[in-house]
């Protein structure tokens, strides 16, 4: 898969000037990767899992993760992320960068063609364009494009963007899926049967979906860089990571993400190291407690740096996830060149977090162990998704921990897409636990911008603060990389200060796949960037499905 071009639960935005992450870390390495196996071949299928199923395979209209690690096998774009998280040329033969940015110049490669047969042109890129900045398109990624000032079609394969002023997300913009003109014009979008029969130009189409169970996809024989290695990959719906791992031991998963405990004390012995790599590095996601701005209980910032005092988060990452992870403190991964280094995370401290909400005025004033105020104690819920151990096993130590300093926290799971339709896009939770991939471009406008405090927005939480905001408008205006670290730099402090989430962790990803599985080759960006790569010799292939 290619995570690293949709690395959200909503956002993409990756960019070349980071700092690199380290390279994967390969551990428990079987003596059986050491077998010459010959050149690679066509044939087999990968079984992976995920925790939720798809919600839209229409990239411009999903903000879920299940939806994007289908649809990034189903479509192109003009440009993409190599292993070093560079951007270069992918449907675009070539691109050009004038005028300090202000121009930007593609040209398309002929002979890419839609399943249909119909070619891909510059005509698609347009359609794309004019729907992505349609008010009537319910996207969360118009920003990007409305930042366009005119979008030229200049021949068949070559279009010319050219922006007001400079945006430093102008090439990044480009690595957002191309959509088919020729079956999507005049469409509803939001009641398309192509959001769930879409049509692509990708290297993998769908042959089968059963609801709930799982998703097949097969190699487009047509794909423009040639086909993939493998025949299939098999996504199983499994909503629950216990059950993965107990279908990983038994054969009928390639591969899976492991929860630390798994990684550390369930993977060893001789038997997982001939049959299974697995691999270790600091993730580009981070997990958080988010509050609902627009309820009184959270209204006060003194509030909430409170709860960021009474909750410990160093527990959270050894208790959770047996210390393969690290504190957050904001919504950069550290290591990279706009992580604030002076920022350190706050130190569980129960008096503080008393004495914070003392000021606030929350009081155990009829001496029940809870503190109230007005006549009303302090009780709410925590919602997350079902099937998510970590974070269920994190809001139970923040239950335990607010209750020592007389707050009641309840928590309540509910089922993926139920947690997105009904809840978060609604905006009808106290708080809730949840993650976001992080950006290697410092942009967060999508998040944090108070023009998506909105329903259906990204700023869910209804943060709005007018300096963040003016910040965020000229970091994406920004392109020197120091200036961009300075107000970035800004940027944490004031999300730090205002607690609009609890910051918690920064997991280790922890992924591992059957031996049997070649061509894995580590690198900045993962291990997924070339998974057309991989193959499996052809003695242990598993037979493709029969419908």
């Known amino acids: 898969m290619i995570k690293v071009a949709f690395l959200l639960v909503a956002l993409l935005a990756l960019l070349p000037g980071c700092d690199r992450p380290s390279p994967d870390r390969e551990s428990d390495a079987p003596a059986s990767t050491s077998r010459d196996f010959g050149p690679p071949v066509d044939g087999g299928r990968l079984l992976q899992a995920t925790l939720a199923e798809p919600m839209n395979l229409i990239p411009a209209l999903s903000t879920d993760s299940a939806s994007h690690a289908v649809a990034e096998h189903l479509y192109v774009a003009p440009l993409k992320y190599d292993k070093d998280i560079k951007l270069v040329p992918w449907a675009a033969e070539s691109y050009e960068v004038l005028e300090d940015g202000r121009l930007l110049r593609f040209r398309l490669r002929p002979g890419i063609r839609w399943w249909d047969g119909v070619e891909l042109t510059a005509k698609d890129v347009e359609f794309t364009y004019k729907l992505m900045i349609d008010p009537k398109t319910p996207t969360a990624y118009a920003e990007d494009y409305l930042a366009v000032k005119s979008f030229t079609v200049t021949g068949r394969y070559s279009f010319e963007v050219r922006y007001d002023k400079p945006f430093a997300r102008a090439l990044v913009t480009w690595a957002l899926s191309i959509l088919p003109e020729h079956v999507l014009a005049g469409q509803d979008l939001m009641n398309t049967k192509y959001s769930r029969e879409p049509l692509g130009c990708g290297a993998y189409k769908i042959k089968e979906w059963l609801p709930g169970s799982r998703l097949v996809l097969t190699a487009n024989e047509e794909y423009f ?89 160093e527990e959270i990452v050894k208790g959770v996830l047996a210390g393969l992870g690290v504190p957050a403190v904001g919504p950069y991964k550290p290591g990279t060149w706009v992580y604030n280094e002076a920022l350190k995370p706050r130190p569980h401290d129960p008096a503080r977090a008393k004495a914070l909400l003392a000021e606030a005025g929350w009081r155990d004033t009829d001496g029940d162990g809870l503190l109230d105020k007005g006549g009303r104690p302090f009780v709410f819920t925590i919602l997350t998704n079902q099937g998510n151990t970590q974070r269920i096993q994190a809001a139970t130590i923040i239950q335990r921990r607010l209750r020592d300093v007389g707050i009641e926290a309840r928590i309540r799971t509910v089922e993926w897409a139920a947690f997105i339709k009904e809840f978060v896009n609604k905006g009808r939770f106290d708080a809730l636990v949840l993650g976001w991939n992080i950006l290697q471009d410092p942009d967060i406008y999508d998040v944090w911008h108070s023009s998506k405090a909105e329903p259906g927005g990204l700023n869910f939480v209804h943060y709005r603060n007018p300096e963040l905001d003016e910040l965020l408008e000229e970091g994406r205006r920004t392109l020197d990389q120091n200036r961009r670290k300075r107000i970035y730099g800004r940027v944490q402090e004031i999300l730090h200060e205002d607690q609009p989430y609890c910051f918690l962790y920064v997991p280790m990803s922890l992924p591992i796949l059957q031996a049997r599985i070649q061509g894995v080759a580590p690198a900045p960006a993962g291990i997924d960037y070339n998974f057309y790569q991989w193959w499996i010799p052809r003695e242990l292939q598993r037979p493709v499905l029969e419908r």
């Open 225 to 313: 860089e040639g086909r993939p290695h493998l025949d299939e990959l098999v996504l199983r719906v499994i909503p629950d990571q216990a059950t993965q791992f107990l279908e990983l031991k038994a054969g009928n998963l390639d591969e899976m993400g492991l929860s630390p405990y798994q990684y550390l004390f369930e993977t060893n012995g001789l038997e997982w190291k001939e049959r299974f790599r697995k691999y270790e590095y600091l993730s580009f996601g981070y997990t958080y407690l988010g509050y609902n701005l627009d309820s009184p209980l959270f209204s006060d910032v003194r509030v909430r740096r409170a709860l960021d005092f009474a909750i410990d988060k």
